[in-house]
């Protein structure tokens, strides 16, 4: 007879069933599920557009397992209905608890309607976990996915999820998550990108999220929104915003640690959006350790890698090389500890960017960095800055290598070397202050000096040396209009400098290539 639509197999409780006999094995060790493959097929054998809704069902199912099967042909084109290969769900209070080991989902596809259901598994008030499992070639039509959890707990381990059309990879609303020694590759720009977490508890480790897409306010490759958990040693290479909010990862009200993760050519979509991170909200906690951020954004844009709108982020011995801008923060506490930009390039601080924000920076270095149309290297506007034993060798900044708006900064054990700007440092409005601790300037010279104040800003330099080649004298060097003022005492500067202890005379900078 033909299959109706309302048609499963059901799985009993403590009943495994495996795939990849031949029938003459003695052991079930001596199976072969790639070469001889069982299929659990949802369509009629003689009408492949018959198909049943729901492949398998687990229903108040404890501790079964499906071990070398192919679930496939699972269809859901009438609205209202819901399509997938496998369906786990609590009956009479009892969760189910089912493992996936070394299946296959193809062939799935989902009605319009039906965004709430995992076309290859979804789990509900129950657990269930994937090894070594491959979902491939299947279609959710619109902002679906390929496994949902609701109020589960989900295993995703060294499984493969590629080329699922208009489809994530998994979704996950009030449940505990772990995905492991994965790749998600592939999830379509109709979708919520590779993975969408929401009020969850989560852990990826070991995996990569390669070439996603996404749009209705998600990331390329992962989106948390209040929820919790870890990233370690995983990679997003190519991912996309499309029209969403960031191209690998958007965290929203969440507290999340990324360890060792590499981000490389991800793209946020749109002018504004960050191509790598963007941090959404002021309860955000979100903590970088030794990530490293290649090629990602447009050179051209004035988006940024990472962005911190509201919330606090540090980042740890992280690496910014030759991409579209680099950290922008606004409403945010932004701390950057080590690590270091280079050969970034954008319409705008083609490093840092701090808005309304508190920004600390500790032993970081800056090199051949370049702004484009204004605000240098790193801009500070209406924020606070503090910028320590850091180093600046080489930038291109339009106006300034360091600009401070209406803001207040200190750079303090800082050298900046051979850059090319109208002036290295930059300080402007009636609100704004620097001052300058034990610092070392020894750019070329720009059109505005050194150091520049203007529109009654205040710059005081305390213990530095002040340096460039050629002619130039203190009044050369240090620049300030006629509201605004710059003092100093004990530094080094040619001509010298009125203030106490302030000495015109030659730096003795080492040469270690010269012998000195």
Not at 46 to 54: M, T
Not at 347 to 363: K, N, Q, W
């Amino acid at each position: 007879p033909e299959p109706l639509f309302s048609d499963t197999l059901h799985l009993a409780s403590g009943v495994a069933v495996y795939g990849g006999f031949g029938g003459f094995e003695t052991r079930r060790e001596e199976r072969d599920a790639l070469l001889r493959p069982v299929v659990l097929h949802g369509a009629s054998e003689s009408d492949l557009a018959i198909r049943v809704s729901r492949v398998v069902t687990a229903l108040g199912t404890v501790d079964a397992t499906l071990d070398g099967l192919t679930v496939t042909s699972g269809d859901a084109t009438t609205e209202g209905t819901e399509s997938l290969g496998v369906w786990i769900e609590e009956a009479g209070g009892v969760p189910s608890r089912v493992d996936l080991v070394d299946c296959s989902f193809g062939g799935l596809r989902s009605f319009e309607g039906s965004a709430t259901t995992g076309v290859g598994v979804t789990v509900i008030r129950s657990s269930a976990r994937l090894s070594r499992c491959e979902l491939t070639g299947n279609s959710a039509w619109t902002a679906g996915t390929m496994v949902r959890a609701q109020d589960a707990t989900l295993i995703v381990e060294e499984t493969r999820f590629r080329d699922n059309a208009f489809a994530g990879a998994i979704e996950a609303t009030g449940s505990s998550v772990r995905v492991l020694d994965s790749t998600i590759e592939g999830s379509s720009f109709f979708s919520k990108g590779g993975v969408y977490l929401e009020g969850c508890g989560f852990e990826v480790d070991g995996s990569e999220f390669i070439l996603n897409r996404a749009r209705l306010g998600s990331a390329g490759g992962l989106t948390a929104k209040a929820s919790t958990g870890a990233i370690r040693r995983s990679a997003f290479r190519e991912n996309s915003g499309y029209d969403g909010q960031a191209g690998a990862l958007l965290l929203e009200e969440s507290v999340i640690d990324l360890e060792d993760c590499d981000f490389d050519q991800n793209w946020g979509g749109y002018p504004d959006r960050p191509s790598g991170l963007h941090v959404f909200g002021a309860t955000s906690l979100v903590t970088l350790t030794r990530c490293a951020f290649v090629d990602n954004g447009l050179q051209a844009w004035a988006a940024h890698v990472i962005q911190v709108s509201g919330g606090t982020a540090t980042l740890i011995e992280c690496t910014f090389d030759h991409n579209g801008g680099g950290l922008g923060c606004q409403d945010a506490r932004c701390t950057v500890s080590g690590g270091g930009f280079s050969g970034n390039t954008t319409e705008h601080a083609a490093a840092i960017s701090a808005r309304a924000s508190s920004l600390l920076v500790e032993g970081a270095y800056f090199t051949l960095n370049r702004s484009g149309l204004g605000n240098g290297v790193i801009d500070v506007y209406q924020a606070d800055a503090t910028i320590r034993r850091s180093w600046f060798e080489g930038n291109w900044g339009n106006p300034s290598n360091v600009v401070v708006w209406d803001a207040s900064a200190l750079i303090e054990s800082c050298g900046f070397w051979d850059g090319v700007a109208y002036s290295s440092v930059l300080v402007s409005g009636p609100e704004s202050s620097l001052v300058l601790r034990h610092v070392t300037m020894a750019n070329r010279l720009g059109a505005d000096g050194v150091v520049q104040a203007g529109d009654g800003a205040h710059v005081y330099l305390e213990g530095s040396i002040i340096w460039t080649l050629g002619d130039w004298t203190a009044v050369d060097l240090l620049q300030a209009d006629a509201t605004s003022s710059i003092s100093a005492s004990h530094i080094l500067i040619p001509g010298g400098f009125a203030g106490p202890g302030n000495l015109d005379a030659t730096p003795l900078f080492i040469d270690l290539a010269g012998g000195d």
